[in-house]
């Protein structure tokens, strides 16, 4: 599509460049479903982000945003389209959360091929109805799998996994941090695969760099529906490169991983947890 200074459309080129303007049949001309699936509305020439109207000519929403985050209402990602994304004409955010979001997918399909019995090394890795088969079938059913077999295939079938990555920068007062985050919870017995942004502060010993970026992966206790993850937490670890960390509410979920990071020393913080799927 190629526009005019003041919004108009001058013509429309398929992928090799052909003027395909007046092809009324086109399917450029008849999709109205333009850059993230915003609806384009041919009568009023304003787009349809599902919950108010965009006009391009002068790169404002036509009403008021019912969520108060600035002085300014009527502005789509708070004036900066370039590095923010606003999906529903409602909430704005940036575009590298998408990226955290698709690393954070990355590095837990690593953990469910894990959980799902997908890897192998030099023992089999069973997924939980592999397991169950492989204990019925008829050349064990005198001679039962070995104790630690049973022990694995247990662990992997009754546990809930977390993958997480996180983002954290040294702010002024001494010692202390903010930290935003994209978490992913996968439990093959109960049928949760949820993703989570969180953010939170908190404190800790001097750090190498003023921005620490950590990679965690671990189990998660008392979650037995996606929501039960969706709340406050308090957070305690230890990392010099590689490390541990735990985090908890009282009476509520938990969950404790391995974590490398750029970051070295022991930290503690409150963070919270909100389900995005």
Same mark, same amino acid.
């Given at each position: 599509?190629?526009?005019?200074?003041?919004?108009?459309?001058?013509?429309?080129?398929?992928?090799?460049?052909?003027?395909?303007?007046?092809?009324?049949?086109?399917?450029?001309?008849?999709?109205?479903?333009?850059?993230?699936?915003?609806?384009?509305?041919?009568?009023?020439?304003?787009?349809?982000?599902?919950?108010?109207?965009?006009?391009?000519?002068?790169?404002?929403?036509?009403?008021?945003?019912?969520?108060?985050?600035?002085?300014?209402?009527?502005?789509?990602?708070?004036?900066?389209?370039?590095?923010?994304?606003?999906?529903?004409?409602?909430?704005?955010?940036?575009?590298?959360?998408?990226?955290?979001?698709?690393?954070?997918?990355?590095?837990?399909?690593?953990?469910?091929?894990?959980?799902?019995?997908?890897?192998?090394?030099?023992?089999?890795?069973?997924?939980?109805?592999?397991?169950?088969?492989?204990?019925?079938?008829?050349?064990?059913?005198?001679?039962?799998?070995?104790?630690?077999?049973?022990?694995?295939?247990?662990?992997?079938?009754?546990?809930?996994?977390?993958?997480?990555? #996180?983002? !954290?920068?040294?702010?002024? $007062?001494?010692? %202390? =941090?903010?930290?935003?985050? &994209?978490?992913? /919870?996968?439990?093959? @017995?109960?049928?949760?695969?949820?993703?989570?942004?969180?953010?939170?502060?908190?404190? #800790?010993? !001097?750090?190498?760099?003023? $921005?620490?970026? %950590? =990679?965690?992966?671990?189990? &998660?206790?008392? /979650?037995?529906?996606? @929501?039960?993850?969706?709340?406050?937490?308090?957070?305690?670890?230890?990392?010099?490169?590689?490390?541990?960390?735990?985090?908890?509410?009282?009476?509520?979920?938990?969950?404790?991983?391995?974590?490398?990071?750029?970051?070295?020393?022991?930290?503690?913080?409150?963070?919270?947890?909100?389900?995005?799927?």
């Amino acid at each position: 599509y190629e526009y005019d200074a003041w919004g108009n459309k001058l013509s429309i080129k398929d992928a090799n460049g052909t003027d395909v303007s007046s092809n009324a049949s086109h399917i450029a001309n008849i999709n109205p479903f333009r850059y993230r699936g915003y609806y384009y509305d041919s009568e009023t020439s304003f787009y349809y982000l599902q919950s108010r109207y965009y006009d391009p000519v002068v790169q404002r929403f036509i009403s008021a945003d019912n969520n108060f985050s600035n002085y300014n209402l009527f502005m789509y990602c708070g004036n900066n389209p370039i590095n923010r994304v606003d999906s529903n004409g409602e909430h704005w955010y940036y575009l590298w959360i998408d990226d955290l979001i698709e690393a954070v997918d990355e590095l837990m399909a690593s953990v469910s091929n894990i959980i799902y019995g997908k890897a192998a090394s030099e023992r089999s890795f069973y997924d939980p109805k592999g397991a169950n088969d492989l204990w019925n079938s008829r050349p064990f059913q005198e001679t039962k799998p070995s104790q630690e077999m049973q022990t694995f295939t247990e662990f992997m079938y009754e546990h809930d996994f977390v993958a997480d990555i #996180s983002v !954290s920068v040294s702010t002024k $007062i001494e010692d %202390s =941090y903010v930290k935003v985050g &994209v978490s992913k /919870v996968l439990s093959p @017995n109960k049928n949760i695969d949820a993703s989570y942004i969180h953010a939170g502060v908190g404190q #800790s010993t !001097s750090s190498v760099f003023p $921005i620490t970026i %950590s =990679y965690s992966v671990g189990i &998660v206790n008392n /979650v037995n529906a996606k @929501n039960d993850y969706a709340k406050d937490f308090l957070d305690i670890g230890i990392v010099t490169g590689i490390g541990f960390d735990y985090c908890w509410w009282p009476n509520g979920a938990s969950a404790y991983g391995f974590t490398v990071s750029n970051s070295y020393g022991v930290y503690g913080g409150y963070d919270y947890y909100w389900c995005i799927d």
